[in-house]
């Protein structure tokens, strides 16, 4: 059965520091991967999404993050935290048509 | 562009109540629709999803139901209401398009007392 394991369930990085954030899938096929970001009390935001088409996606908010098969993984990074990044961030991969398997989450916060 | 709408935005249920949460989506037709409930510190657990009117899976054992009576509308219900339903509800649409991406909902956050 497909599944996400999200190292870490509380990250905690200086601003202006690198941003990562681990994820690891698996799959017995390609998968579509995702990542969302849930700021307090609000639902999901899609930051980015890998479909195949670039290992190296690009998202919004200036994050990216990198598809390695080999490692079956899905690392979120952003080069320079910001305060405003602070937030639960979710990896997520599409195991079939219709559903997502989501991860337990990481907390990220950001200190001045 | 399109939008989902979730109400009511918090409540607060004594155990026993009965329970009705709606989401609605705008500016996309046939989607498919999904209730989530996110515990406290335990992610996001799928209750049911839709992929038409009046064509639900239940994907877990427990004491919701949830129902379609219209394309954009998706509504979760229950009869009696227990301790362990409190937690943030999210309702999510999809495409039935080729990546599976879902578009999430607000929430509505339940507090069980």
């Known amino acids: 059965a497909q599944s996400v394991t999200q190292l870490g369930s509380h990250v905690s990085v200086s601003e202006g520091a690198l941003v990562l954030l681990r994820c690891n899938y698996s799959?017995?096929?390609?998968?579509?991967l995702f990542w969302y970001v849930q700021y307090p009390n609000q639902g999901l935001q899609l930051l980015l999404k890998y479909t195949s088409a670039a290992t190296l996606v690009k998202g919004i908010n200036g994050f990216e993050a990198e598809f390695k098969k080999s490692e079956t993984s899905f690392h979120l990074t952003k080069p320079s935290a910001h305060m405003s990044d602070a937030a639960e961030y979710f990896c997520?991969?599409?195991?079939?048509?219709?559903?997502?398997?989501f991860g337990q989450g990481t907390e990220l916060s950001v200190k001045p | 562009s399109q939008t989902i709408h979730q109400w009511p935005a918090t409540l607060v249920q004594p155990v026993g109540s009965p329970l009705s949460l709606e989401c609605t989506v705008e500016g996309t037709s046939n989607p498919n629709l999904y209730w989530y409930r996110q515990a406290a510190g335990r992610g996001l657990q799928l209750l049911f999803y839709s992929i038409g009117i009046d064509q639900i899976s239940s994907e877990v054992p427990q004491n919701l139901s949830a129902s379609r009576p219209q394309d954009r509308q998706f509504i979760l219900s229950s009869k009696k209401l227990l301790l362990s339903d409190s937690g943030f509800y999210l309702c999510?649409?999809?495409?039935?398009?080729?990546?599976?991406?879902?578009?999430f909902g607000p929430g509505t956050r339940l507090t069980v007392l």
């Open positions: 997520a991969v599409s195991p079939a048509w219709g559903k997502l398997i």
């Open positions: 799959s017995s096929v390609p998968p579509y």
């Open positions: 999510a649409w999809s495409d039935k398009g080729s990546t599976d991406t879902q578009y």
